[in-house]
């Protein structure tokens, strides 16, 4: 009886393929037989071959890489975390100049120094960074998912001056300015102050990164065409930063030894801070985000309303990886810039109340705009200019009850049609107010035209239109509805 067998072709969560025989059958015997004849054994004298190199290759992936990469994140997740494991490469090698630093400032090496000044001063510096830690998640809180890349960049800022301070604290007991100024610390004074602002921007970086990073988690475990696991990529990306540490502590042990005068410290810490920041400022820069915040919606909507001549007077849609390289890292987000020009045309604040509205404009501006967009689910308040070097209006946007994310967006998109033509008209400074109203009622025309063929395209590019982070926390207030105030 003749036993019949199959040969099943399997894919693993890699894309790997790989064939398993089930049964055994003559004709499959005789084929792979047939198949194998013709193969030249490899020479016994080649310790390793393709194959070899292959698998220790596929190992190496299934450890430091998540299961199903490159499927299960977004393209731009390896080039990320190449740069990424660059900087925290430089920053463990930093890292022990700014230890070494520290401990001489504890008056590790000091005859005079006592253990109890040591640990008082370890405590101080420990309250500072918790105090630090409490009032820094109060205030960037929730700025850190709507500005990602910019908080990211900033984390490893505030990380590098923390270094530097450390590393210089043992130099500033020489310091003395006294002589100039009596009011000015000096000496051990200014080197306790130098040692506790360190652990406080050590403290804030903390904070600012692991904000950051878990929205670059949460990007990278959202491909278009599938769902990763953030909890693994968590894990994976720790697993990375231990090898990358351990190596950089290894090296370091034998090259800091040899760093001992100030020219050769302040030498190295200089190449090491400007190799950890080029390389976090490329990994940011390598970062496309699918998701809308104020600059990148900008960034759409001047180039969407400006349509290029070689294009054939259509809109120019611009994909996720267009906008990202022109985002800028370092921007403050209330700014509105015409991305066609690439200059600041105005500013605009999302979510303030009416009363503040009330402080920056006159009554009957706040009575007619509360009229104008009684149906709408925000208001527009144009503000009076108080500064002359002010470029562009300063517009307000309250918010109404139940207002959402897409609600957001077009109020900033409102905001910056109104900038584009203040800033073509070339306006004087405090234009009347009719000017302002007849602005107002024109762009807000002009949005309802245009937005549902602004998202439409925008979706087809590849955009999360459903989702976005305009605003930095929640507003202030919100306006209540009719409804509610009833109620109440």
């Given at each position: 009886m003749t036993t019949s067998g199959s040969v099943i072709a399997e894919k693993d969560e890699t894309g790997r393929i790989f064939y398993t025989t089930v049964g055994h059958s003559p004709d499959i015997s005789t084929k792979k037989t047939a198949r194998t004849t013709d193969i030249k054994a490899p020479p016994q004298t080649q310790l390793f071959n393709a194959k070899s190199f292959h698998a220790l290759g596929h190992s190496i992936s299934a450890i430091f890489l998540p299961a199903g990469y490159p499927n299960s994140v977004t393209p731009d997740y390896l080039c990320?975390?190449?740069?990424?494991?660059?900087?925290?490469?430089?920053?463990?090698?930093?890292?022990?100049?700014?230890?070494?630093?520290?401990?001489?400032?504890?008056?590790?090496?000091?005859?005079?120094a006592s253990a109890t000044q040591a640990l008082l001063l370890t405590v101080l510096?420990?309250?500072?960074?918790?105090?630090?830690?409490?009032?820094?998640?109060?205030?960037?809180?929730?700025?850190?998912?709507?500005?990602?890349?910019?908080?990211?960049?900033?984390?490893?800022?505030?990380?590098?001056?923390?270094?530097?301070?450390?590393?210089?604290?043992?130099?500033?007991?020489?310091?003395?300015?006294?002589?100039?100024?009596?009011?000015?610390?000096?000496?051990?004074?200014?080197?306790?102050?130098?040692?506790?602002?360190?652990?406080?921007?050590?403290?804030?970086?903390?904070?600012?990164?692991?904000?950051?990073?878990?929205?670059?988690?949460?990007?990278?475990?959202?491909?278009?065409?599938?769902?990763?696991d953030v909890g693994e990529l968590n894990a994976k990306s720790a697993s990375r930063s231990t090898v990358i540490a351990l190596t950089g502590v290894l090296l370091g042990t034998l090259i800091v030894p040899y760093i001992t005068t100030r020219t050769s410290t302040y030498t190295a810490l200089f190449f090491l801070v400007f190799g950890?920041?080029?390389?976090?400022?490329?990994?940011?820069?390598?970062?496309?985000?699918?998701?809308?915040?104020?600059?990148?919606?900008?960034?759409?909507?001047?180039?969407?309303?400006?349509?290029?001549?070689?294009?054939?007077?259509?809109?120019?849609?611009?994909?996720?990886?267009?906008?990202?390289n022109r985002e800028i890292i370092l921007d403050i987000p209330s700014r509105i810039r015409d991305a066609v020009a690439n200059r600041v045309i105005g500013h605009c604040s999302l979510g303030v109340s009416v009363q503040y509205a009330m402080t920056r404009c006159n009554a009957s501006h706040v009575l007619k705009m509360l009229q104008h967009f009684h149906e709408e689910p925000y208001v527009i308040f144009v503000a009076e200019l108080r500064s002359w070097g002010q470029r562009g209006p300063c517009i307000?946007?309250?918010?109404?009850?139940?207002?959402?994310?897409?609600?957001?967006?077009?109020?900033?998109?409102?905001?910056?049609?109104?900038?584009?033509?203040?800033?073509?008209?070339?306006?004087?400074?405090?234009?009347?107010?009719?000017?302002?109203?007849?602005?107002?009622?024109s762009t807000h025309e002009t949005l309802r035209k245009e937005l549902s063929r602004f998202m439409g395209c925008m979706k087809e590019a590849g955009w999360n239109i459903e989702e976005g982070a305009m605003m930095m926390g929640s507003p202030g207030s919100v306006i209540m509805s009719p409804e509610t105030k009833k109620d109440a």
């Open positions: 990320y975390q190449m740069y990424n494991d660059v900087q925290e490469f430089c920053s463990s090698l930093s890292g022990l100049l700014a230890s070494r630093g520290a401990l001489e400032g504890f008056g590790v090496g000091d005859a005079s510096k420990d309250v500072c960074s918790r105090f630090t830690t409490i009032i820094g998640a109060y205030y960037f809180g929730t700025s850190l998912y709507p500005e990602t890349k910019t908080f990211r960049f900033l984390a490893d800022v505030i990380n590098d001056t923390s270094i530097v301070l450390d590393t210089i604290s043992p130099y500033f007991t020489s310091i003395s300015l006294s002589t100039t100024s009596p009011y000015l610390p000096s000496g051990s004074t200014l080197q306790i102050v130098a040692l506790c602002m360190s652990g406080a921007m050590r403290s804030l970086c903390g904070l600012v990164a692991g904000g950051s990073k878990a929205a670059l988690t949460d990007h990278f475990a959202s491909p278009v065409n599938s769902k990763g950890h920041l080029s390389a976090n400022y490329l990994a940011v820069r390598s970062v496309v985000l699918r998701s809308f915040n104020r600059q990148r919606s900008s960034i759409l909507w001047s180039t969407f309303r400006h349509p290029k001549a070689e294009a054939g007077g259509r809109s120019v849609v611009l994909t996720p990886r267009d906008v990202s307000l946007v309250s918010l109404k009850e139940g207002y959402g994310s897409l609600d957001q967006l077009r109020a900033w998109l409102h905001a910056l049609e109104i900038a584009a033509i203040w800033s073509a008209r070339h306006m004087r400074p405090s234009p009347g107010p009719s000017e302002i109203e007849d602005m107002v009622l």
